[in-house]
């Protein structure tokens, strides 16, 4: 029987007087690299990738958010945690009895109060401190400050460059009434 043309044989051999076309025919003409397939496949790839980018971006703003949300409960729940301590520190009569002398200058029946008020004759807080009696301020005197201007003037600093643009302060140029 002889074999059909149009049909594969079963064990994919070929008659043998059927040749395997030539790759390289001086005839044919060349085949181009950039098919149609190769085409659709690039088209889909790049739109699975668009796609892909797209829920990529959401899910990096996501995590950005989640990470935003278990840092704040984590500082809620620090400041929970310091006020639970503070409201423990205010069941002690000790504590309570503290913070009345300290804010409102409570005192006991038959104490003494006293109030220390700084130069200006304001009292101070807790958090303000005195200037050590012992020592004095460095200010000099009037005549020491006079002396030093004059010693200046006769020594003026050497300076090579000469001032570019000097500029007065609005404030202290005195005010003509007389201008409208």
Excluded: C
Aim: hydrophobic letters at 30%; aromatic letters at 6%; zero cysteines.
């Amino acid at each position: 029987m002889p074999p059909l043309p149009d049909r594969r044989r079963p064990g994919g051999t070929r008659p043998q007087g059927a040749r395997r076309p030539r790759r390289s025919d001086p005839g044919a003409p060349p085949r181009p690299r950039f098919t149609g397939r190769a085409a659709v496949l690039v088209l889909v790839v790049a739109g699975l990738m668009v796609s892909y980018a797209s829920s990529f971006r959401a899910y990096l703003d996501q995590r950005h958010h989640i990470d935003e949300l278990q840092s704040s409960i984590s500082r809620s729940r620090s400041e929970i945690a310091e006020l639970q301590r503070e409201k423990q520190r205010w069941k002690d009569p000790a504590y309570v009895v503290a913070q009345a002398r300290a804010r409102f200058a409570f005192g006991f029946p038959g104490e003494v109060g006293f109030q220390v008020l700084d130069e200006d004759g304001r009292p101070l807080d807790h958090e303000d401190s005195l200037s050590d009696p012992t020592q004095q301020a460095e200010d000099p005197e009037w005549w020491q400050e006079t002396v030093s201007s004059i010693e200046a003037a006769g020594n003026p600093p050497d300076d090579d460059k000469p001032v570019g643009k000097i500029t007065v302060p609005r404030s202290a140029i005195p005010e003509d009434p007389e201008s409208p």
